[in-house]
């Protein structure tokens, strides 16, 4: 039973390039969130994402998108690359019910993104 | 607002018993997580505290004070492959059933020979 999977492990890329970032939850999980960790730095929450639609949103511009697919996977798009985009990109998954409340949350093994 | 403190940095010797303090003000509190991240990896689950007290695992133990806003993190018989970033983080639960993880920035503990 696979974990959480992201996909690529690194990327590179330009400013003001595009980027997509791709989760897979584990299985039997429904609920994705996304969290950006710079160097130095905890974790930030980016959002949370249910049903397909986003529930929860941090403090992240516009400029940061997401989606999920009926089989609860996930990408986070990014947009207009700057360089303090450069950042280690986590994702968790869970299952929304109520035992949920105390589930532990388990993150996948990133994707470190570097802007050029 | 919603605040997650822990020290910056800590350093012990190989063997000894370390502990992690770490002090929250969030809203919706739903529980608190520790983890540990190595370098360049994601960080990996280490314990999860929802009511007062103390949950012992092995080497690692986590205590809460939900009153206090406190927890910590105790780490006995230190070995050098503990050395690594120690992350708190705080469950905060909204009503329409959403939550985020809180995190502190994070201590980075060094275990000297």
């Known amino acids: 039973d696979a974990g959480v999977t992201q996909s690529p492990t690194h990327l590179i890329k330009t400013r003001g390039q595009q980027v997509t970032l791709r989760c897979s939850p584990k299985s039997g999980h429904d609920t994705v969130s996304w969290y950006q960790q710079a160097l130095g730095q905890g974790p930030q929450f980016i959002f949370q994402?249910?049903?397909?639609?986003?529930?929860q949103r941090g403090n992240f511009p516009d400029r940061f998108s997401g989606h999920q697919f009926p089989n609860y996977s996930s990408e986070l798009n990014v947009n207009a690359l700057l360089l303090g985009d450069s950042a280690l990109y986590l994702c968790?998954?869970?299952?929304?019910?109520?035992?949920?409340?105390?589930?532990?949350?388990?993150f996948g093994s990133g994707t470190q993104l570097s802007v050029l | 607002g919603q605040n997650i403190d822990q020290p910056t940095e800590m350093t012990a010797t190989e063997g000894a018993i370390v502990q992690i303090n770490c002090t929250y003000q969030t809203s919706g509190f739903n529980g608190l997580f520790w983890y540990q991240q190595h370098a360049g990896e994601a960080p990996t689950f280490l314990s999860y505290?929802?009511?007062?007290g103390l949950e012992e695992k092995g080497r690692f133990s986590s205590f809460l004070s939900r009153s206090k806003g406190y927890s910590y993190l105790l780490l006995k018989e230190l070995q050098m492959k503990d050395s690594a970033s120690y992350l708190c983080?705080?469950?905060?639960?909204?009503?329409?059933?959403?939550?985020?993880?809180?995190f502190g920035s994070g201590t980075r503990l060094l275990v000297r020979p």
């Open positions: 968790a998954s869970s299952h929304q019910a109520r035992e949920a409340a105390r589930e532990k949350l388990f």
């Open positions: 983080a705080v469950r905060s639960w909204r009503m329409d059933s959403s939550y985020k993880l809180i």
């Open positions: 994402y249910y049903e397909e639609e986003e529930r």
């Open positions: 505290n929802v009511l007062d």
